[in-house]
């Protein structure tokens, strides 16, 4: 097996801006988060939405 050691390399803004997006998920409490299935995620990503929102 081939062991890759791949870098991404990015921007300082970049990086501010993925800790920004990052960080509410870093510091949510339980009760936050909403479960939902994998058909619904299924199902949201061939609609191309952003929401998660639950089955009923």
């Known amino acids: 097996m081939t ?3 791949d870098k991404i390399e990015i921007s300082p803004e970049q990086s501010r801006v993925l800790l920004q997006q ?3 998920g870093l ?6 988060f ?3 299935s994998a058909e619904d ?3 949201r990503n061939k609609r ?3 929401a998660i929102s639950p089955s009923p």
């Open 48 to 50: 191309g939405g952003n």
């Open 3 to 5: 062991q890759r050691n």
């Open 22 to 24: 990052l960080r509410a």
């Open 27 to 32: 510091t949510a409490d339980e009760k936050e």
């Open 41 to 43: 995620v299924i199902r």
């Open 34 to 36: 909403v479960v939902v």
